[in-house]
Nanobody, 119 residues
């Protein structure tokens, strides 16, 4: 497994932007497909975005299409989540996760970073 650590969360006003970062260590970062998820209080974990090992393929959850962008820098062992036009309903703990490309389960998770959007 790879160790993951998120950063970049915080308090932002509605309509604002944030960029989350997730740094990986312990294994070769470029071996892993990466994803971003979030979980709000009382709600199930929600898929936000994923990116292939090379960065050439990306996918997004319906609730964030057009507002969030995922990218990665394999030289820096980092995956990013750029978020624009944030809404109060985006308030949640945001997690990055890693999986091998031949599996369907993300088996490495970070500790999460809180994002709070005020109205």
């Amino acid at each position: 497994q790879v160790q993951l650590k998120e950063s970049g969360g915080g308090l932002v006003q509605a309509g604002g932007s944030l960029r989350l970062s997730c740094v990986a260590s312990g294994r070769t970062f470029s071996m892993y497909e990466m994803g971003w998820f979030r979980q709000a209080p009382g709600k199930e974990r929600e898929f936000l975005a994923s990116i292939s090992r090379s960065g050439s393929n990306r996918s997004y959850g319906d609730s964030v299409k057009g507002r969030f962008g995922i990218s990665r820098d394999n030289a820096e062992n980092t995956v990013y989540l750029q978020m624009i036009d944030l809404k109060p309903e985006d308030t949640a703990v945001y997690y990055c996760a890693a999986k091998m490309p031949d599996t369907s389960v993300y088996d490495s998770w970070g500790q999460g970073t809180q994002v709070t959007v005020s109205s």
